[in-house]
């Protein structure tokens, strides 16, 4: 079945509301790749209880709305969809523990075109339930690469931000470990091309491939300890657009350019030669 474009773009996506603790702080930094020092005093603030803080990445899973687009009435096939982008703003620090409210809607749907897939775009607004006060703002495309030409429109789309060419002014090789996507699923991902072997070779990959928002929460990683100094506060806005997919184990490489507070990048796997991330930008506060 096509995608039902009309259904599809007055499809009203259900408030979420999560409850958030101080094990889904912790377990969502592990899940990124924290801790891998455990003498890293650094590091150690995101992942232990004692004077904890939430990674700025952190941001792209409150109000996490799962896998809405599952619905078979909206005709899109589930076991072909991937990530496509990915961007966070955030307007107040990001909490360690209480109640917040996700607001998602559809902003838009592309026709690629047959045999090239379609993309949907989202925009979430996540707010603290007591006070009803901002958090942060999400945007988010996701790739639908089996159901292009369903007839709806090619555009518009948003021009990709241009990352430098030259060498960079920052390199950070991150590794990855073999049951990171099996960690990082339980901070409310559970799509089971990031777990099951058999579904992953039905999508067209050779093995369990890592989240999208996996490889994003690596390349904030990069940044945030490579022109951060480990300072959350810093970090403020961050977007980029995948690829290419990463496996469990292999390092991920950030390239960063820094342009005053504007920081332009990239991500890549050396062992393969591919960007997994690219026209990435990130914004940190002076």
Same mark, same amino acid.
């Given at each position: ?69 599952? #619905? ?59 006070? #009803? ?133 990239h991500a890549t796997v050396p062992s393969r030669g591919v960007t997994v991330i690219n026209n990435g930008r990130a914004e940190l506060k002076p």
């Amino acid at each position: 079945m096509p995608i039902h474009y009309e259904k599809l773009l007055s499809w009203k996506i259900p408030v979420v509301e999560q409850r958030l603790t101080r094990r889904d702080t912790i377990l969502y930094a592990l899940g990124v790749g924290l801790g891998a020092d455990p003498c890293d005093a650094e590091q150690l603030k995101f992942v232990y209880e004692e004077r904890l803080h939430a990674l700025p990445t952190m941001a792209i899973i409150l109000g996490y709305p799962g896998p809405w687009h599952a #619905n078979p009435e909206l005709g899109i096939t589930r076991s072909h969809v991937v990530h496509g982008e990915q961007g966070f703003r955030i307007h107040r620090p990001l909490p360690v523990e209480g109640v917040v409210a996700g607001h998602t809607r559809i902003t838009g749907v592309v026709d690629k075109g047959k045999d090239k897939g379609a993309l949907i775009m989202t925009e979430c607004t996540v707010r603290e339930k007591a006070g #009803n006060e901002l958090i942060c703002t999400l945007a988010s495309t996701t790739f639908c690469r089996a159901d292009g030409g369903f007839g709806g429109p090619d555009g518009p789309l948003r021009e990709p931000h241009p990352v430098p060419g030259g060498s960079p002014h920052h390199v950070c090789d991150l590794p990855t470990l073999p049951q990171a996507a099996l960690i990082y699923r339980l901070s409310g991902d559970y799509n089971p091309l990031h777990a099951d072997p058999a579904y992953a070779r039905k999508a067209g990959f050779k093995m369990p491939i890592v989240h999208g928002r996996l490889t994003f929460g690596i390349a904030g990683h990069a940044i945030l300890k490579t022109l951060c100094g480990y300072d959350p506060a810093r970090l403020v806005s961050m977007e980029g657009r995948f690829s290419a997919p990463v496996y469990p184990g292999e390092t991920l490489r950030t390239e960063m350019w820094r342009d005053g507070n504007v920081v332009s990048f990239h991500a890549t796997v050396p062992s393969r030669g591919v960007t997994v991330i690219n026209n990435g930008r990130a914004e940190l506060k002076p």
